[in-house]
């Protein structure tokens, strides 16, 4: 699992329109980021708003001072980079503010995509070509051309970043009925995963299926109480959109991208501001969500491609970590306490459910070599008896410090509990 896995998204300190993300650094509760995600939500309206810069970066059609700081920090502290491209600013296409209709002349979506790639090359490591495109309204053109906007933007990376990857347009893993995509050659429903998989079986004009190096999705909890009674679920979101993309001949060691996930809004108004930016979540529930979250994502190594997610955000009201906006400041700890546990840990399987089996076990040998164990109990907040492994003398809970097991057994509730 490499350090990359350790992503979320850092607003930072803003002067007028530039952001820059140094002014949350270092992050609270001990955590330390391997990926920037959303680079700064610097959509592509924003970098080229009114006319076309040709492939020439220095052109003065771009505006990169939204986009520079981000990159600048990410690479003097070591950190990796994703970006969304997003859909084409809307002089391309007469609309307004964005294009959702696939801009008559292909050479002004290349261009920008070859300065793009040519300012950042080797520094922004990681491409998603649209954002959350499987939403009513992200996309009023045909899948094929999507499929056209996406192969030309990403022949166009490739051409001048050989090393980047690109991957396919995100979906939300909660897809709008009616949308580019979402009823051929299945009925896509509201299933995010087979949208994904109609587009990579969608051919462009000129006969192309999708090129890709992977694809995306965005791993919100979309039911109440938040991962109580799913965590099953979320993995099998994974597992389907893995074979999804082995069908694609995307190859088993490419990550899949999940450039946005956390808590997820109260989808069903059970809750009032600011819980219901938390998926209902209590303050005391936030931390072990977090928890679960990273872990759950982390076992997806154990196949040799796993998920590299960004937890959406640090520092705004929506998933926040660092405590504003109402939330729990814990949040930043319990990511920093489930990071350290997890930093070199080698997983041989996926988490899964273990005595009794609303308990499940995250297994895998940690950095030092050692056996070790995450486990919650996935049942609604409640609390059972689990049974430890021979090898295990000390639990420590995830906002608490390591104690002598005694007995042979620990009390688990929702708040993941680290075996050694």
């Known amino acids: ?70 990159v600048n920090y990410a ?36 261009n920008f995509a070859t300065a793009l790639a ?35 933007m990403r022949d166009a990376i490739k051409a001048a970043d050989p090393n980047a990857v690109v991957g396919a347009p995100n979906v939300t893993g909660y897809s ?3 949308t580019a995509c979402d009823s051929s050659p299945v009925n896509a429903g509201t299933d995010s995963v087979l949208w994904m998989q109609n587009f990579l079986q969608t051919h462009d004009r000129n006969g192309s299926l999708p090129r890709v190096d992977t694809v995306g999705i965005h791993t919100y909890q979309i039911v109440q109480p938040a991962l109580h009674n799913v965590a099953q679920r ?9 074979a ?27 809750c009032s501001s600011p819980l219901s930016s938390t998926g209902c979540l209590t303050s005391a529930q936030q931390p072990a969500y977090v928890g679960r979250w990273l872990v759950l994502g982390a076992s997806t190594w ?4 796993g998920q590299l997610p960004s937890w959406y955000a640090y520092d705004i009201d929506w998933g926040t970590l660092n405590g504003s906006s109402g939330m ?56 059972t008896t689990y049974t430890v492994p021979s090898w295990a003398t000390t639990y420590q809970p995830l906002l608490g410090n390591a104690q002598a097991i005694s007995g042979g057994n620990v009390t688990v509730g929702d708040t993941p509990i680290l075996l050694q």
């Open 244 to 270: 999804v993309m082995t069908a694609a001949g995307i190859p088993p060691s490419a990550p899949l991208l999940v450039t946005e996930g956390s808590f997820g809004p109260d989808s069903n108004n059970n």
């Open 302 to 305: 154990a196949d040799g491609g």
């Open 118 to 152: 040519t300012k950042y090359k080797g520094r922004i490591q990681y491409y998603e070509t649209l954002n959350e495109i499987d939403q009513g309204g992200a996309w009023t053109g045909t899948c094929a051309d999507l499929v056209l906007l996406h192969n030309t």
């Open 234 to 242: 979320f993995l099998d979101v994974y597992n389907r959109l893995r």
């Open 1 to 70: 699992m490499p350090t990359a896995y350790f992503g979320a998204s850092v607003f930072g300190s803003c002067a007028g329109s530039i952001c820059d993300p140094s002014g949350q650094f270092p992050l609270l509760g001990g955590t330390s980021l391997g990926m920037l995600g959303k680079v700064g939500f610097t959509s592509w309206q924003y970098v080229e708003p009114s006319c076309d810069g040709g492939t020439n970066p220095s052109s003065s059609c771009y505006h990169w001072a939204q986009l520079d700081p981000w």
């Open 176 to 178: 709008t009925p009616g």
């Open 328 to 383: 729990n400041l814990q949040n930043a700890t319990a990511y920093g306490q489930m990071e350290g546990w997890l930093t070199g840990a080698a997983f041989q399987q996926q988490c899964h459910s273990g005595t009794p089996s609303t308990v499940f076990v995250c297994d895998f040998t940690n950095g030092l070599g050692q056996p070790s164990e995450v486990i919650f109990n996935d049942n609604n907040g409640s609390t």
């Open 75 to 110: 690479q003097a502290n070591g950190m990796k980079l994703i970006y969304d491209v997003d859909v084409p600013p809307g002089w391309m296409c007469s609309q307004s503010p964005v294009c959702t209709v696939l801009p008559s002349n292909l050479t002004l979506v290349s």
